[in-house]
């Protein structure tokens, strides 16, 4: 397992997991969905969300691939983004 430390994602998955555990009282939420993306986005921060992964990994494995392979579709994106747009700006 490699560790990567980020505030921003350790806020957005923590984030994630207050909605999720509030979604598991209120009924307009859907607290496990909430509870799932805090545990992906969480998973290469703490040992504990990792396992949490595994075992929804387990549970709905075509899930946590379709969710794996878009996060890698979303990285391409915004680093080609981000490339051109530093492009832009030193020709401007």
Known sequence: MEFRPSIRRKAAGFSLLGLGVIGLVLPFLQGVLFLALG?????????????????????????????????????????????RLRGLVRRG
Not at 54 to 69: F, H, L, N, Y
Request: charged share 20%; net charge positive.
């Open 39 to 83: 545990m992906f986005v969480l998973r290469h921060q703490y040992i504990w969300a990792h396992r949490g992964m595994g075992w929804i990994a387990g549970r709905w494995p075509q899930m946590v691939t379709k969710s794996e392979d878009m996060e890698a579709r979303l990285l391409l994106r915004f680093r080609a983004g981000t490339a």
